[in-house]
C-alpha cells in the first residue's frame, strides 16, 4: 500500500489548492482519494517529496506544521486501515472505503452500485446485528432481484421513488403472496438500509423517507392453563426428542425468553435462581427470576453441558406441533390475515399452529391473568414500549370470563 500527496488539478480564481490524498494498493487497480482539508500556493509545494518547502527560496512560513499534519495524517490513515483489518479480516475494498470516508469526512463520496451498497451494508453491519436479522437484509435482496427482473427495470438509487414503493409493495403481496405485515416489515428493513446508504453519502435520494410501513392487528398463538398443564403432564418417557424439545419450550414459556436468547444461554447466566441475560435482539440486560419450574428444568440437564437442550428454531417448531398434538391441543383456533383489503382466515387445530414464539407469547399472557402487573412482566420480557408489549397478550373469551367472575362473584 502506497500513500500520497497531491495538489488539486483545478484551475482556480484563488491561488492556493486543496491537498488530497490518494491511497493505493488496497486492491489491484482501484484508488481511494481522501481531501485532507488542507491547502497551500504550488509555489510552496515540493512535487517530489510531497511536502511544503521548508527552505530555499519558495520557503513556506507554515511548512513545519503543514508537513507534520500530513506525516500524522498518513499515519493515521495506516493505523485505521490496521485495525479495520484486524477486527474485519475479510472486509474487502469498498469496506475499507467507507471506513476511512466515516473517519476523514464526506469530501469524497463512495460510488457504489444499489445492491453494492446492500452487500456492504450486511458486511458493515454483521457485528452489531443479530444473525436472524443479518438473514432477513439477505431475503430482502433476493425480493428485489427478483422484482428487478420482472419488471425488467435495473435498481439504482435515483429508482427509488413513491411509483417504486408502489410496485414493489403490490409485487410482495402478489405474487409472493405474503400477508401485509409481511410485506411492511420488508419495507421497514429496506428503509433501514436506505437509511444508512443515505448518512453515509452513498445515496443522495431523499423519498424513502416518505415510505409507509403498517402494522395489521394479529391474532396471536398461546397456550391458556389448561393446555399449559396439559403440555406439562404428557408423559414423553420414552420418546428422548421430544421430552428435551419440550423442556426447552416449556424454559421459554416460565422465563418469556426469545428463542434467540434461550438458544445460546449457559451455565455462567444462572446465578442465584435468577437468568442474567444479554439479549441478542436489541442488547438489553435483564435479570429473569426463575420459579421452580424452570429451576427443575435446569436440574435435570445438570450434569450436560448447557443448562437447557439446544435445538434449531426450524427443528423446535417442528416438534412442539408434535407435541401439542399429542397433548390433544387440538381446539379448532381461526386466525386472521390480510393481504392488501383482502381478508384471509384459516381454521386449524390449533396444534398446527404453536410456533417456537408462542411460548414467550404464553409466558406473557399467563402472568398477567395469574395476576401480575404489566410493568413487572414487562420489566422481565424486555419489552419498553406498552404498545408493543399489549400485541403479546392473548387474553380469550374463556379468561376474561373466569377473571370477571374472580373480580366480581366472590365480593357479592
Known sequence: MTIHYYLERK??????????????????GKTIILNTGQKVDPIYWDKQREL?????????????ELNDFLDSYREEIKRTIRLHVTDNPDGGFDNIKLRLLERFGKSQKLTLSFFEALDLFTETRSKDLSPNSLR???????????????????????????????????????????????????????????????????NTNRTFKKFKVKEDKVDIIALNEEELKKLTELDLSSN??????????????????????????????????TWFLWVQKNKNFLKVPLIDLSLAILEKYKEEEHPIPRLSNQKLNVYIKEICELAKINDLTTIVHYSGSNRIEKTRPKFELVTTHSARRTFITQSIIRGMKAEIVMAISGHKNYRTFQKYLDITNKDREVELKKAWESRM
Open 11 to 28: 484551475q482556480l480564481k484563488s491561488q492556493e489548492k486543496a491537498i488530497y490524498c490518494y491511497i493505493r494498493g488496497i486492491e489491484k
Open 52 to 64: 511544503a518547502n521548508g527552505k530555499g527560496k519558495n520557503r513556506y512560513t507554515g511548512a513545519t
Open 136 to 202: 432477513k437484509f439477505t431475503t430482502i435482496k433476493g425480493h428485489l432481484k427478483a422484482f428487478e427482473k420482472k419488471e425488467h427495470l435495473p435498481l439504482t438509487f435515483s429508482k427509488i421513488d413513491l411509483l417504486f414503493y408502489d410496485k414493489f409493495l403490490r409485487f410482495l403481496l402478489e405474487e409472493k403472496e405474503m400477508v401485509n405485515n409481511s410485506a411492511y416489515k420488508i419495507i421497514g428493513l429496506l428503509k433501514i438500509f436506505l437509511n444508512w446508504a443515505y448518512d453515509r453519502g452513498i
Open 240 to 273: 428422548t426428542r421430544l421430552s428435551r424439545a419440550r423442556d426447552l419450550f416449556l424454559f421459554g414459556c416460565y422465563t418469556g425468553g426469545r428463542f434467540s436468547d434461550l438458544a445460546k444461554i449457559e451455565w455462567t447466566d444462572i446465578r442465584d435462581n
